[in-house]
């Protein structure tokens, strides 16, 4: 009998405890919490001959599965166009949505094309289609190649090509 009263007892904390547990994760679990954390991330994919296309890396990145949204610290994107030359984007942060197939990237964006002389491209944002190999931004954009400069608002980028297309109010000096 001891041992029963016992028995219901630790089974009536337990519950007790089980309740307030499910409880307190409902109301106190902010928005953005996320399940999953992933770090030090790589992902390449590769053309029709085996050879790497693309690579996205990133120290850190944070998933919900309430959502499906990816949140990404420091990414960096990688492609190379029809000439073997590297574009390298970086930002401060990206997303993802496991229902779309683009990377959408904030602060801080730097694209570079690693070519003879370096192009540098800035803005504040940049949506990257990888499958595509294309990105674009409605955003302003500084653009510099040795000592010439472009400013437009809004770019389009073909990383298969290496076209940059500028949207509106292009205007730049050139020096040769």
């Known amino acids: 009998m001891k041992w029963h009263f016992i028995g219901i007892g630790l ?15 409902l109301t106190q679990v902010p928005h953005h919490e996320h399940d999953i954390v992933l770090h030090d991330i790589e992902h390449s994919w590769t053309g029709q001959h085996g050879q790497v296309q693309g690579e996205i890396t ?8 309430r959502d499906g949204m990816m949140e990404i610290e420091s990414p960096k994107f990688y492609a190379l166009d029809q000439k073997d030359i590297r574009w390298q984007v970086s930002a401060d942060k990206g997303k993802a949505y496991e229902t779309d197939s683009k990377l959408i990237l904030s602060n801080h964006v730097v694209i570079r094309q690693e070519s003879t002389p370096t192009t540098l491209l800035k803005t504040k944002t940049l949506t990257i289609f990888p499958k595509q190999h294309f990105a674009n931004t409605h955003d302003a954009v500084v653009i510099t190649q040795g000592d010439s400069r472009l400013e437009a608002k809004g770019m389009s980028i073909d990383f298969e090509t290496g076209h940059i297309t500028l949207k509106h109010q292009a205007q730049g000096r050139f020096h040769e």
Not at 11 to 25: F, G, L, V
Not at 58 to 65: D, L, R, V
């Open 11 to 25: 089974a009536t904390i337990a519950a007790i405890t089980i309740y307030q547990n499910k409880n307190d994760s």
């Open 58 to 65: 990133s120290p850190k990145a944070k998933i919900s599965s």
